[in-house]
């Protein structure tokens, strides 16, 4: 029935002169999750307004789900797409597509039409009221409610006609790109995923970094990570994942600083890797899945030790979301099912039994010091050894 979509977008029509590079990125950002969906999709602005259209045999419900995941789409509206060959044949063509649409009669509607070409014959009243009466006329069982319809029908003039009834809700949010690039330490837990996919709905690119410990953290652990990032990015788009070999760096804190402090100083030398790749690749932020109070490395005292270890800005959009909460947006955004999967990730295997709830930086720092013959050489060593996945 349906052979183009109506995108409506939110935000990014404030933004005055800058309004065509967003909707420039929303395009791009429509023709990338278009291209797994099988189908020939056209996509094209026009006047405050971009259109999907299909040649040919396509899947509908598959189309939806992928707009769904374009952020900035406030709306995907299923078109009915007509030639202008005069208002009875138009009518006559709404007509049709109500009756396909809405088999059970038993609905309240109005016509809502809105004149882009202004040289059409009737001006936005007359076609509600026409088109209303036409409507009426063919389905009298159904009625005009102006104030409080079950269906809006809603018209568009332009060099073709355009009728739709029905919104889809969108991802929400600000085309991708629009708002610069950002690194996120991504690990195979719950939260970093979505902490990655909540600061790319505001329009950040990312890329992302995840440390191992080979042998101590397995290929299959590896494994995972890749698979979230590609799931991450069905929303986020392509990115690149930076795997950093972090195994010298964590024998080396094990060797010689206390066992208690062993997480807060691997995480504060994964900050510092982090932000000198981030800088590398024009990031301009971190982000992380850190949620207050979560575990011993998530206390204010803790975070403050690891914030300090770099002075990047540091986005941790799930800083007060209860793990619940954190959850039921991993299953939404289907990255759960992977992050359950039992593969250790590097924290889990140098934990201590009773590590720090309340660091001290002073103190800290000063564990710190007993790497200071080694570390330099050992960042330099994971830095230059990292390897990169397109994904
Ligand atoms: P997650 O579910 O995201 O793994 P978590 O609850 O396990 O989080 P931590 O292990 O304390 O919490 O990690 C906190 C944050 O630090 C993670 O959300 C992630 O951003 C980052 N992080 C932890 N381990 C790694 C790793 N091996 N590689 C990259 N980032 C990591
Ligand atoms: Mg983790």
Redesign the pocket.
């Known amino acids: 029935m349906y052979k183009a979509f109506l995108i409506k977008y939110g935000e990014i029509g404030v933004k005055g002169k800058n309004r065509y590079l967003f909707e420039d990125a929303l395009v791009h950002q429509i023709r990338f999750v278009l291209e797994d969906v099988e189908g020939e999709f056209n996509v094209r602005k026009e006047q405050g307004r971009i259109f999907v259209e299909v040649q040919g045999e396509y899947d509908f419900d598959e189309t939806v789900e992928a707009l769904k995941r374009v952020f900035g789409i406030v709306g995907i509206c299923p078109v009915v797409q007509m030639e202008d060959n005069g208002f009875d044949d138009f009518a006559a063509q709404t007509v049709a597509y109500l009756d396909k649409a809405y088999p059970d009669k038993n609905f309240t509607f109005k016509v809502k039409a809105r004149r882009a070409r202004k040289n059409y014959p009737l001006d936005s009243m007359e076609i509600n009221k026409e088109l209303g009466s036409k409507i009426v006329e063919a389905f009298p069982e159904i009625k005009v409610d102006v104030h409080n319809p079950d269906v809006e029908i809603q018209v568009e003039i332009r060099e073709k006609i355009y009728v739709y009834s029905e919104t889809i809700k969108g991802a929400g949010g600000m085309p991708l790109g629009t708002n610069g690039k950002a690194m996120?330490?991504?690990?195979?837990?719950?939260?970093?995923?979505v902490?990655g996919y909540m600061i790319a709905k505001r329009g950040v690119k990312i890329d992302a970094?995840?440390?191992?410990a080979p042998p101590y953290t397995s290929e299959r652990a590896k494994q995972k990570v890749v698979d979230l990032a590609k799931l991450v990015s069905r929303y986020s788009g392509s990115m690149r994942l930076f795997v950093v070999n972090?195994t010298d760096i964590q024998l080396a804190i094990y060797d010689k600083c206390p066992h208690d402090e062993l997480?807060i100083i691997m995480?504060r030398y994964?900050m510092k890797i982090a932000e000198h790749l981030a800088k590398e690749n024009n990031c301009l932020g971190l982000?992380?899945?850190?949620?207050i109070g979560?575990?011993a490395?998530?206390t204010l005292q803790s975070l403050a030790a690891t914030n300090e270890a770099c002075t990047m800005p540091v986005y941790r959009p799930l800083i007060s979301f209860d793990k619940q909460e954190i959850v039921d947006i991993a299953e939404r955004i289907n990255t759960y099912e992977t992050?359950i999967q039992p593969f250790e990730?590097?924290?889990t295997i140098f934990v201590a039994k009773h590590p720090v709830t309340k660091p001290n930086l002073n103190i800290i720092k000063r564990s710190e010091e007993h790497l200071s013959d080694v570390i330099g050489d050992l960042m330099k060593q994971a830095i230059d050894s990292v390897e990169v996945i397109e994904i």
């Open positions: 996120l330490l991504l690990s195979g837990g719950i939260d970093s995923p902490a970094v995840y440390f191992h972090f997480t995480r994964m982000i992380t899945g850190e949620s979560q575990v490395s998530q992050s990730d590097c924290c």
